[in-house]
């Protein structure tokens, strides 16, 4: 259900253009005297008027999008010399995509590793690990933890492929994923969507926008989702109001409050069936390995299953417009994030077989030990665009400057799992028995097992020159510096959950000048097309899951990755239909290694990966139903 309302205070024109209708003129009859007093009619002269709708974002209203944020100033998608796919808010609403996962399976060069239980976002970009320590951004600036991203507050997601380090620094081998969420807008609307499905499934989303002010509006965007699929549960809420004053004017402010709650129960994974009744674990060609005819919704997992996570943040944002057509934007955010889990895995026994395998057959429950990630981050980017006349040439400026402070906390259970109990059987013909095992939630089983604390700072420019009508080429240099500490609690041989742990710091890592570059160049014959070739490169540091684990991982050197592209953007149907296509390779060209000779004082370099290939990407609306 959508029920958009329209402000009283808007001009005619206005709620002409809503209503799909156009105001051209208007010709009044007025009253006049001839010289002989008689009254006559007569027309004044005609008067045009000419309005636009104050209405909903462009990714709201379409599946395409020509601008983008993600280079940290507006820019347009033509303008960029990497790729770039945007999935609006309007796509994301039509095919009811509820997390970021769903949707990162409408864009080509996206693959999703096997992990266990499914519960962890693995997510793959051109073949390489999107790490969530810096590929994955909310607004441009990093998204640090492992939880079950959702839509409710998305104006579009962003993807950009290929090297990305000259942007956002450390990370963003294969690229980049930026989360953009919803922003006031100087207008009234109300949008409350429900959705029902079988398996207990309901999810609502609310959005509702508040004009306060001429220059300042409220938005709260909201969601409840609950699903049950025969013991797996879905169960999680959020809000998220955003407050902005001094819209389109010379300063404008946001201030912004996140919070997302989620109480789900893990898919349970079964393992395969090992040949000759072996259990399992090792399939090779001469020992293959069977799956038998278990139906796949079954739940082999336990009432006291959970996965649960809490991400809460706050933000506040200035834009100041000079008057010379620059602007400066600053960003801040600080919050916190949570994540624990609890999850069993369902096996078979040593004697069972494919020939002996039936309802009755027992299926025996381990799991992962117990874990609790805690992460506190807190980010301040502040960027400048603008263009010049130099030389007879226009000039795009990009610079900023950006600083971090992260911390990261893991609480596992390892050293008195006995506390626990253990897993009772099943059988193939009793999923969702209901079995529970006590010591789970938020008891005091957890314990810290280690810490994590870094600083970066960084500072980049670029520079997208206008050298004809038709050719533009952009270049970008980016300085940055990192550093690191972690360590390790250990605790005593049966010691209680409460013990005072031994803290032993594993060291101290500083890169204290990274570098990483961009070029590019862009050919663009008309207003529908741009054809674009680029170099860009990335880094990944040690510490970039936030640990590491020896002293020779924290003197290693940071890898190194580049990308070449040469790729296409075109528009058809007056704009009804674009199309993306690209040729790459993404290279990381000395990844670490262990090798014997120096593995005591440093790991190596000399690891080579890379992915090449060919992305197509269509989106758009061919006809008004399709």
Known sequence: MSRPRTNPALSLGALAAGFGLSLMGSSVLAQTADNAGKKTDAPLPEVTVKGSKENASPAKQNYQAVTTTLGKGKQELRDI?????????????????????????????ITFAATENGTDQDIRLRGFPVASTGDLLIDGMRDPSQYDRDTFNYDR??????????????????????????????????????????????????D??????????LRINAMVTKSDNGGAKIEKHGIAPTYSWG????????????????????LSAIRWLGANGSTNTNCTAAAMCSVPNVDAK????????????????GTL?????????????????????????????????????TGNFSEST????????PRKDRYTATYLQSDYSNKYQWLGMTHNILAGIDLSNEQADRYQNNGFLNTLGTRPNTTVGAPNDGATLGGTGNSPLYRKTSDYSGTSAGAYAQNLLQLSPSWKLLGGLRWDRFSATT?????GTNAAPTATPTATPISHLTYSSLWSYRTGALYQPTPTSSYHFSYSTSFNTAADTYQYTTQQNASTPAEKSRNIELGAKLDWLDGKLSTRAALFRTEKYNERTNDSDFAASAYTLSGQRHSEGLELDVVGRVTSAL
């Open 81 to 109: 010399p990497q790729s770039i796919s945007v999935m609006t808010e309007k796509l994301i609403d039509d095919v009811k995509l509820d997390t970021l996962k769903q949707a990162l399976h409408y864009t080509a060069g």
């Open 157 to 206: 997601i962003e993807v950009m492929r290929g090297s990305a380090s000259m942007i956002f620094g450390r990370g963003s081998t294969g690229g980049v994923i930026n989360q953009v969420t919803k922003k006031p807008m100087l207008a009234d609307q109300s949008d409350v969507v429900g959705t029902i499905g079988d398996r207990g499934y309901f999810r609502s989303t609310m």
């Open 208 to 217: 509702f926008n508040i004009r306060t002010d001429e220059e300042a509006a």
């Open 247 to 266: 819209i389109g004017t010379a300063d404008e402010f946001t201030a912004g409050l996140f919070y997302l709650n989620t109480n789900n129960v893990p």
């Open 298 to 313: 079954n739940f082999y997992g336990m009432a006291s299953d959970y996965v649960d996570g809490k991400a809460t943040y």
């Open 317 to 353: 944002a200035h834009t100041h417009r000079f008057a010379d057509g620059g602007e400066l934007r600053s960003h801040l955010r600080t919050g916190t994030f949570e994540r624990q889990q609890w999850s069993s895995v369902a096996g078979y026994q040593a004697s069972t077989t």
């Open 362 to 369: 027992s299926l025996t429950r381990g799991g992962l030990n």
């Open 487 to 491: 360590g390790q609690l250990t605790y």
